[in-house]
């Protein structure tokens, strides 16, 4: 077995174990002491090249709660919106790109050719009906999968004061737990926020 291959089954095994046991897999790795040469940085092929991370999807019940919160409290901008009939896309992100002088028809060009877009998606009527009990958050059973998206801060603690006073939701503040260089907070619908400083070493 080559070395590549091996460093990588290490920690395939190791985020395995870490699932079983239901911890994080960033507190499992950084207490398991794992040592290795090999470089998990693998080569993009030509094939891969010009690929992207472009973004990731979260379902929401109210756009009136969620559009405010990561606006206002996190300081995305919308780059775009489209009503689908039965229900709507909301495509946000942050504007380190000048995406937000665009004209529409040019951000909706260019929202598909840059990297970390947050799509929120309403279906219509879920923020009026009584029944409705709401997105599980992928944090707890039943559906436990999806954990969290991350927002990098130039100062963490700066940042998590503005949350207290803006009445944010922490689900883990710098306070609490071992990893006092993060923090937790809750969007709308439950879903976790992980804020993290510019440099963090795991």
Same mark, same amino acid.
Request: cysteine-free; overall charge positive; glycine content about 8%.
């Given at each position: 077995m080559c070395l590549l291959t091996e460093g990588m089954n290490n920690v395939r095994?190791? *985020? @395995?174990?870490?699932?079983?046991r239901r911890i994080h897999p960033t507190l499992f790795l950084q207490h398991s002491h794992l040592h290795t040469t090999v470089s998990l940085n693998m080569p993009r092929t030509d094939e891969t090249s010009s690929f992207k991370f472009n973004h990731t999807m979260i379902r929401v019940k109210d756009p009136k709660l969620s559009l405010p919160f990561y606006m206002d409290t996190l300081g995305m901008d919308l780059l775009a919106e489209q009503n689908m009939g039965d229900f709507t896309l909301y495509f946000l992100g942050y504007d380190h790109?000048?995406?937000?002088? *665009? @004209?529409?028809?040019?951000?909706?060009?260019?929202?598909?050719?840059?990297?970390?877009v947050l799509e929120l998606t309403h279906n219509h009527g879920t923020e009026s009906d009584s029944s409705f009990q709401g997105y599980a958050n992928g944090n707890a059973d039943p559906g436990r999968g999806f954990g969290h998206i991350a927002i990098t801060v130039d100062n963490i603690e700066e940042a998590c004061a503005r949350f207290e006073r803006l009445q944010v939701p922490f689900k883990k503040r710098l306070s609490d737990g071992k990893m006092r260089h993060i923090a937790f907070i809750l969007d709308p619908d439950g879903y976790w926020v992980e804020i993290v400083p510019g440099s963090l070493k795991l």
């Open positions: 095994l190791l *985020l @395995s174990s870490a699932r079983r790109d000048g995406i937000s002088k *665009l @004209s529409t028809e040019e951000k909706n060009r260019a929202r598909f050719n840059r990297e970390g």
